[in-house]
């Protein structure tokens, strides 16, 4: 990991905002399936945020650690939570609590898990790990990579090029265009604006937008249309459940739930998120407490304090 400048320490509503990005993304992805059932959208985003979680257990330990590597590894965790197995001829990582957790949920493996990105799944099956230098998919794009570059914003105390490189190697996984990689650098910095600007993020994401339209690709279409969603929300002042319903509705009719998700997100990062009063509680939601108990420890050295 590197270095921190001082000046990079993370504002006092961090952990509120960690929680929030976490069941924000669940909460939209739901929305935008129209279907009360856990999904690869979210279920991807813990692992792979465990993953960089590995990353910095190690660093805590005085210990170097290949972050995208770790990432990888994650990924086969998941693929091997979703279907069983892992693929032929790649590493069989150890398991981590993250496994037993979801185990406990009764959520994975499941045949009718609600689908994401398909490319993730694709990709996830080789058996050797790509990256932004060596592409295994160099053709692949897609929204897959935005709920994930969502969570590679919340290391904390690092510079934004760390976080644009934290995000394209997460990309580079399972997507291997060079928009792809660009489109997830940008959409990690749009979720890191909002964690250190808080509401006052929009004019940043307003650039983001417009520096999107040089590019082309799906992954970048979807990030435009997400920001775009978001800005909406947070003009529009509402703030009963923090933007889900209105940010989803604002992609239009049958919106994939990555890009929803990643919107939800974008807005919780800024705003913050509380879940609606009767809100049925979601199947992941035990593994996205521990994840934030867990991060807030190992980022910021102190449990998070207990919720309201």
């Keep these: 990991m590197n270095q921190t400048p001082q000046n990079l320490e993370p504002r006092p509503e961090f952990s509120d905002r960690?929680?929030?990005?976490?069941?924000?993304t669940a909460a939209g992805a739901t929305a935008a399936r129209a279907l009360d059932a856990p999904g690869e959208t979210e279920t991807l985003q813990l692992f792979l945020l465990d993953g960089l979680l590995e990353a910095v257990e190690w660093a805590n330990d005085?210990?170097?650690?290949?972050?995208?590597?770790?990432?990888?590894?994650?990924?086969l965790r998941w693929r091997h939570a979703v279907t069983g197995s892992f693929p032929e001829g790649a590493p069989e990582p150890l398991p981590r609590w993250i496994d037993a957790a979801f185990a406990d949920t009764g959520v994975l493996p499941a045949p009718n898990l609600a689908p994401g990105d398909p490319q993730n799944r694709t990709a996830l099956s080789d058996p050797e790990m790509a990256s932004t230098g060596r592409p295994a998919h160099p053709t692949a794009d897609g929204p897959g990579v935005l709920p994930r570059a969502a969570v590679m914003a919340l290391l904390p105390r690092v510079d934004e090029g760390t976080t644009a490189r934290l995000a394209s190697d997460a990309a580079a996984l399972t997507h291997g265009a060079p928009a792809a990689h660009r489109a997830a650098a940008s959409a990690a910095l749009a979720v890191r604006a909002g964690l250190d600007l808080g509401v006052e993020a929009t004019q940043r994401w307003q650039e983001l937008l417009e520096q999107l339209a040089q590019d082309e690709g799906t992954s970048s279409t979807a990030l435009g249309a997400a920001l775009a969603a978001a800005l909406e929300e947070m003009a529009s002042g509402l703030s009963e459940t923090g933007g889900v319903p209105g940010v989803v509705r604002r992609?239009?009719?049958?919106?994939?739930?990555?890009?929803?998700?990643?919107?939800?997100?974008?807005?919780?990062?800024?705003?913050?998120?509380?879940?609606a009063d009767g809100r049925?509680?979601?199947?992941?939601?035990?593994?996205?407490?521990?994840m934030h108990h867990r991060w807030v420890e190992a980022v910021l050295g102190a449990a998070p304090e207990p919720a309201g």
């Design 18 to 24: 960690v929680l929030a990005i976490l069941q924000a």
């Design 280 to 290: 049925p509680q979601s199947a992941v939601d035990s593994v996205i407490h521990q």
């Design 62 to 75: 005085g210990v170097a650690s290949d972050e995208a590597a770790c990432l990888w590894l994650a990924g």
């Design 251 to 275: 992609l239009g009719s049958a919106p994939d739930p990555d890009t929803a998700g990643y919107a939800a997100a974008l807005v919780a990062s800024a705003r913050g998120y509380r879940p």
